[in-house]
């Protein structure tokens, strides 16, 4: 069974990668995201005003009892935290695809 010429032209156009500037759009995208939402994660636990006055944390006194813990608080800060870290990783490992 001979492969026919553009079925072959099809398929190397789908192996190649993306251009250099999309890449680097999509990994600035990625840090930007990875880092706000660390962030976010990282410090939410402490602010009273919002943490501790949440309407689901009335609604279901027990989940709020347990997430008000102290070290429940630096469980959810350490994985804003793994966020960001996740997100600084990206940019260190990263490396142009050219094809």
């Keep these: 069974m001979a492969v026919q010429p553009e079925a072959a032209h099809e398929r190397q156009h ?3 990668p993306a251009p250099v500037w999309l890449q ?3 990994l600035f995208i990625l840090v930007l995201f990875c880092v706000y939402l660390g962030v976010l ?3 939410l636990p402490w ?3 919002v943490w501790d006055h949440n309407n689901l944390f009335n609604a ?3 989940i709020g ?3 008000r813990n ?3 608080k630096g469980l959810i800060s350490g994985l804003g935290l793994l966020d960001i870290w996740i997100g600084i990783s990206e940019v260190i490992q990263y490396r ?3 094809g």
Excluded: C, E, N
């Design 14 to 16: 789908h192996d190649r």
């Design 24 to 26: 680097r759009i999509s």
């Design 41 to 43: 994660v990282t410090v």
């Design 47 to 49: 602010w009273p005003r």
């Design 60 to 62: 279901y006194p027990t």
């Design 65 to 67: 009892a347990i997430l």
């Design 70 to 72: 102290g070290a429940i």
């Design 96 to 98: 142009d695809y050219r």
